[in-house]
């Protein structure tokens, strides 16, 4: 039977660490892959994701047990997202992300015929580029919703905003995704 992340919190709140590796166990790789895809830098979602996880044990006296673990700990990413994000803007800095790491093929290898795999990875290419380009609130939402699976009401909690504006952010970003999408293929075809 698993362990609910409130009981975790609760052992960790009294010290056991062991309950803290869970919990790390459990999430570490949602929550690396939210930041990734949002921050488009590995090396930096590397350092946020620790981070991440740093604040919730830093932190662990503050978490309410009536709260959501998942959508409090999804809260903390964001907000460590949004600094990163707010210090790029005011330094100017270039990602040094490595762009032959691709975040799929780590997941696992399974054979596809080199041109079905290619056609893959070029749409999925497409579909990153194009979520890289939307504003920063549908990214995010965006992301939260399509990559990690996250309710509406989880991704609500976690912005600290309403549910209908989470529904307006991911109709909007996908309203966006297909246009971009279209662009893209009709500028395909034009060459």
């Known amino acids: 039977m698993r362990v609910l992340d409130e009981d975790l919190m609760e052992r960790c709140r009294k010290g056991d660490m062991s309950a803290f590796e869970l919990i790390v166990l459990r999430y570490k790789d ?3 892959s939210f930041i990734y895809r949002f921050l488009m830098d590995y090396h930096r979602a590397q350092d946020i994701s620790q981070e991440t996880f740093i604040r919730v044990l830093k932190n662990v006296n503050r978490y309410k047990s009536r709260n959501n673990f998942k959508t409090w700990l999804y809260r903390i990413a964001v907000n460590l997202c949004k600094n990163e994000l707010r210090y790029r803007s005011r330094h100017k800095m270039l990602s040094l992300d490595d762009p032959t790491v691709d975040i799929e093929s780590l997941a696992g290898n399974h054979f596809v015929p080199p041109d079905k795999a290619y056609e893959k990875k070029e749409m999925r290419k497409l579909v990153k580029d194009a ?23 989880e991704i609500a909690s976690a912005l600290n905003c309403s549910l209908g504006a989470v ?11 297909k246009n971009m999408l279209l662009e893209a293929e009709i500028h395909k ?3």
Do not use: G, T
């Open 167 to 177: 529904k307006s952010k991911i109709y909007r970003a996908r309203q966006n995704i």
């Open 131 to 153: 979520v890289s380009e939307l504003p920063e609130d549908q990214r995010m939402v965006i992301i939260m919703r399509e990559y990690q699976d996250l309710s509406y009401e």
């Open 189 to 191: 075809v034009a060459l």
């Open 30 to 32: 949602a929550i690396f």
